[in-house]
């Protein structure tokens, strides 16, 4: 037992020494690397001036333009479309007449119920005479009843007379005003086979034609839809990863498939809560109202959107390869004369591809972006097919840009 104690304490201790060899041997390779990467480097740099430009820092999306107030128009009522007034494209103001129903059964209608009405009146009228008459003959027989002329009963009966002929006049009264009433519903419904603009705008589409018999019965079908296209509102889906991003109020500029160097700027109006999950994606919807006061966005136009984090004007711009982030922060790789010179520097707007300096370098200094060599070999490799290309590292976000125009 002691004998195998005292042999393996040396070849632990021989174990622990040789992964201390190691271990060192490997952090010499990597040092001795590294500056045999500097010294190859120093020889064929690729370099770029720093220079002044503008930065855009933006989360990038796709949407699709709609009207922000739209009206589809339906009957409300059943019947024939006898004329049409309107045709696609064409512009209306409200309460223009746009189309008229056959009216024919409606108007019967009406008139039957004028009929009816005027037969209740006329009824009210004979009522109110008959009252008028059993009147006189209840305070006849009253005075006659005093002078013990009449019995008790004739009296009794002329009171009851009185009495079911105000009852009959107030249920007549009463049957008018629901009659009165019928006839106001029939006229309204006269007046809905004339269908007017509820608000100017464009007609967007037509869904009837003349001729074409709509029934109303259970739902009010749709005769056409009016467009306000003089606000449109861009809808646009942005990832769950970049929703945090975005606020009420945030700067936004866009642009159509069919003028993609067309920008035009807006703000965020609203970020809806409820998400759509399109191929397992996760989509906010996001609205930004637009003015279109030449009428050049239309319905269902699809675009590219930047919502600006971020904007500077005017400002030292360095390549991102130029820059990395040390222990005490960021510094950027200049070539000096002697050598790879790390200069710390202080960052501001940061896009995907460059980086704003705010302080710690000076208009021309050169910055180290790459190796001429490493570069040379990749551009192989793509070509041998044994490296791909692939999307940039980083945060989505655009590129170099301007500040918003006015």
């Not at 004998?3 to 992964?19: C, E, G, I, M, Y």
């Not at 201390?20 to 690397?33: M, P, Q, R, T």
């Not at 922000?68 to 128009?73: A, Q």
């Not at 009428?295 to 984090?309: I, N, P, Q």
Request: some cysteine; aromatic content about 6%.
């Amino acid at each position: 037992m002691t004998q195998f104690t005292t042999t393996s304490r040396p070849r632990r201790w021989l174990s622990l020494l040789l992964w201390v060899v190691v271990l060192g041997c490997l952090l010499g390779a990597a040092a001795y690397w590294w500056l045999l990467v500097e010294n190859d480097e120093s020889q064929d740099w690729l370099v770029e001036p720093l220079r002044y430009g503008d930065i855009e820092q933006s989360v990038a999306a796709t949407g699709t333009l709609e009207p922000k107030n739209y009206v589809e128009v339906g009957a409300q009522v059943s019947g024939q479309i006898k004329h049409l007034m309107v045709e696609e494209g064409e512009v209306v103001k409200k309460g223009q007449l746009l189309a008229e129903i056959d009216a024919s059964v409606f108007e019967l209608n009406v008139q039957t119920a004028e009929a009816g009405l005027e037969n209740l009146k006329a009824q009210l009228t004979q009522q109110e005479a008959e009252l008028e008459l059993e009147m006189l003959r209840l305070k006849r027989n009253e005075g006659l009843y005093a002078r013990k002329a009449i019995s008790e009963d004739a009296l009794f009966e002329s009171r009851t007379n009185v009495k079911i002929l105000k009852a009959k006049i107030t249920a007549q009264k009463a049957e008018i005003k629901a009659n009165a009433a019928a006839l106001e519903a029939d006229k309204v419904s006269l007046g809905y086979t004339r269908i007017y603009a509820p608000i100017d705008g464009t007609i967007a589409s037509i869904d009837v034609r003349e001729g074409q018999t709509l029934n109303a019965t259970n739902s009010a079908p749709t005769v056409l839809q009016i467009s306000d296209l003089s606000v449109m509102t861009l809808r646009a889906e942005v990832s769950e990863a970049d929703v945090p991003k975005l606020r009420r109020g945030m700067d936004v500029k866009f642009a159509t498939l069919g003028n993609p160097n067309r920008y035009r700027w807006s703000t965020v109006r609203q970020i809806l809560p409820t998400p759509e999950e399109v191929n397992d994606v996760v989509l906010y919807q996001v609205l930004v109202d637009v003015a279109n006061d030449n009428g050049r966005l239309m319905d269902s136009m699809t675009t590219k959107v930047f919502f600006v984090e971020g904007a500077a004007s005017h400002v030292l711009v360095a390549p991102v390869a130029a820059i990395r982030n040390g222990r005490n922060g960021a510094f950027a790789r200049v070539a000096g004369a002697n050598g790879v010179e790390r200069v710390p520097v202080e960052l501001g707007v940061q896009s995907r591809t460059h980086a704003e300096i705010r302080s710690g370098l000076d208009e021309g200094a050169l910055l180290i972006t790459g190796s001429q060599q490493k570069q040379t070999t990749t551009e192989a490799r793509s070509m041998t097919g044994n490296d791909r290309p692939g999307p940039p590292g980083g945060g989505m976000g655009g590129g170099m840009g301007g500040r918003r125009g006015g």
